[in-house]
């Protein structure tokens, strides 16, 4: 049979354990549970922060480097206009200044071909001149040259 002080006994350490374990047991571990999931549910809080935080300074990011890129592509597009615009400069000047040379080796070209007609005009006459003088001696005698030199100071002396 059961004892009933021995039954009462038990009750009585059964709720003397309860509020013992009740004491240090279960309302510290409440205790730092709740502390725990609090803990638990600030790092979830602040990683979402983050993590949002995060993709708007990732689109933030992106947006720059768009821009960048759109800037690049624009000096790029700019850089090879002003090179294809200094290389028809340079053509231009180039396809001048060989024009101006063409044009001087012609002005020199003609100058020297005058010169030349000059130089042969100037030999012509001399060659005419000796070659005159040397059949003149040959033909004429001294009646001959009288006469002429006669009939040249006559002319010389009677213009018309």
């Known amino acids: ?13 059964f709720i003397v354990l ?11 571990i409440t205790r730092f549970m709740e502390d725990r999931a609090r803990k638990i549910q600030e790092e979830k809080e602040r990683a979402e922060a983050e993590r949002k935080n995060a993709g708007k300074i990732r689109k933030e990011y992106e947006e720059k480097i768009k821009s960048i890129d759109r800037q690049a592509e624009i000096r790029f597009k ?3 206009r002003e090179g294809e615009k200094q290389g028809r400069e340079i053509i231009s000047a180039a396809k001048a200044r060989a024009r101006s040379i063409i044009n001087d080796g012609y002005r020199e070209l003609e100058r020297e071909r005058e010169k030349a007609l000059r130089e042969m005009k100037h030999q012509m006459v001399s060659l ?8 003149i001696e040959r033909e004429l ?20």
């Open 78 to 80: 700019e850089a090879v």
């Open 18 to 28: 309860y509020l013992l374990l009740r004491r240090f047991l279960f309302t510290p």
């Open 141 to 160: 005698d001294e009646k001959k040259h009288r006469a002429l030199v006669d009939d040249f100071i006559s002319k010389a002396g009677n213009p018309k």
């Open 1 to 13: 049979m059961i004892n009933k002080y021995t039954y009462i006994f038990q009750i009585v350490n």
């Open 128 to 135: 005419s001149v000796a070659a005159a003088s040397r059949i």
